[in-house]
């Protein structure tokens, strides 16, 4: 353990009798209350909660949250995850009085602007994806997929095909087979070349009628475009099936190509990774998806529609589409992430966003000229808006791990790049800087990685130093404040 004091439990904090606020006696009536609530329900005895006092409280939390990274606060080179900085003027704007104040319950007539800009978002969207339809509704990009999927298996019902099978590359996200799953489809793995490409003599011995859906993510997730998209769409269409743009590397192709064009028939969006959202935290996320034309029937409901009437422009949410697969969320979605895409995507506009992928390459393949003397990037010379390089022959030589390299770098105030995926190269350390960041910050972080492989090895095998905590998963000393409570206090 490191700042012992600043990571106390409260329940460690906790003294009897001590009060950060005192109640109002309870004013309703409750002479009858064993008769409204079943005895089974009711409590025979005080929760065992801290008793402490509110500056207690309040530097608990402080002391904690100092103990936090953030884009806010440190770079976060985080590869596959496209952690840039999110503008506070999105912040301000998506929270405004006539966003936050609604009700999910509200008329559409009382909902017009806010309406307005999810059918605007909606249309942007399509065209940035050169895709048809747009449904906001789905709560993230897994969430994206599954809805996706569950488009697709619906489009087929109504074909009256049974397809049964869903092919993912081997570097592809988890989450891919995990919706494919979730979806009742069967996962199959499509291997990938020495190039970290599609192995395409692989995917031909694979793809048959049985076959529904091909998810691929372009650029890949080692950050090479798939120069055989193309291909790959006439071949999986030739089959029968569709072709699934798994959107989470959006950023390095924003103005410049779309998965429509290449052949795509579905995709979702990460606002957070492309449009700048919060991101993190398990908080409230959004996964829109866009589809093809045949497709859009099956989106889920509602779906914003404008019709024009005597007075103008009337936007409302469509709930009568038979066809589609019902809701995936409650309400219309996470409005305030969407508000802040939108609010992304007008300030940029399409050269704008061009230029934020444009940007997005090059600060990758900057990066990737200056680290790879260092840490050998196996795959490729150069890179889309991420790149994978390799702590293999550090492992071998000197015994210092992909590992220990990203725990070392938190000592730095950098927080640590996505090590061990994917898992077609051997100690990976996947890399994004995005575009946000400037070529100060991208030499600085180059640097401290030449640094810390020059460092004494026993120093990086029990790396961080200077942290909160430090290797919770291998140390059990972090375990001890929280072992020590749950046995001075058992459950009753």
Known sequence: MRNKQATRLLLELSEPGR???????????????????????????????????????????????????????????????????????????AALPGIVDVHPYQSDRSLQGLLRLFFELQQMLAEISGLDAVSLQP???????????????????????????????????????????MCGFESVTVKSTPEGFVDMEDL???????????????????????????????????????????????NAILGITRPGDFGADMMHFNPHKTFSGPHGGGGPGAGPIAVAEKLGDYLPVPIVVK???????????????????????????????????????????????????????????????????FLPVPQSESCMHEFVASAAELKQDRGIA????????????????????????????????????????????????????DEPVDLLHEAPHTTGVSRPDEVAAARKPILKWVANNPPT
């Open 204 to 250: 031909r011995s694979k793809l048959d009628e049985t076959v529904a859906v091909f998810m691929i993510t372009n650029p890949n997730t080692l950050g090479l475009f798939e120069c055989n998209v193309a291909a790959i769409a006439e071949e999986v269409h030739a089959h029968g099936g569709l072709i699934y743009l798994d959107g989470a590397n959006m």
């Open 307 to 373: 019709t024009n009437s005597p007075d103008g422009p009337f936007f409302h949410l469509e709930f009568d589409r038979p066809q589609s697969i019902g809701r995936v969320r409650s309400f219309f979605g996470n409005c305030g992430v969407l508000v802040r895409a939108y609010c992304y995507l007008l300030t940029h506009g399409g050269p704008g966003l061009r230029r934020v992928a444009e940007n997005a390459v090059l600060n990758a393949n900057y990066l990737l000229s200056r680290v790879k003397h």
């Open 139 to 181: 709560a993230a990009g897994a969430h994206g997929e599954m809805a996706a999927l569950m488009v697709a298996a619906a489009y087929f019902r109504d074909q009256g095909e049974l397809r049964n099978k869903v092919l993912t590359p081997d570097s592809a996200h988890g989450t891919n087979p995990a919706s494919a799953k």
């Open 19 to 93: 009060r950060g606020a005192v109640l109002p006696e309870c004013d309703v009536p409750c002479q009858n209350l064993e008769n409204l609530v079943p005895d089974r329900f009711l409590a025979t005895s005080a929760p065992n909660l801290p008793e402490v006092t509110e500056p207690e409280v309040v530097r608990h939390y402080a002391n904690l949250s100092t103990l936090n990274m953030s884009v806010d606060t440190h770079f976060y080179p985080l590869g596959s995850c496209t952690m840039k900085y999110n503008p506070k003027r999105n912040e301000r704007l």
């Open 402 to 453: 992909a590992m220990d390299l990203a725990k070392r770098l938190l000592d730095y105030g950098i927080h640590a790049p996505t090590v061990y995926f994917p898992l077609t190269v051997k100690e990976a350390i996947m890399i994004e800087p995005t575009e946000t960041e400037s070529k100060e910050t991208l030499d600085h972080f180059a640097e401290t990685l030449f640094r810390i492989i």
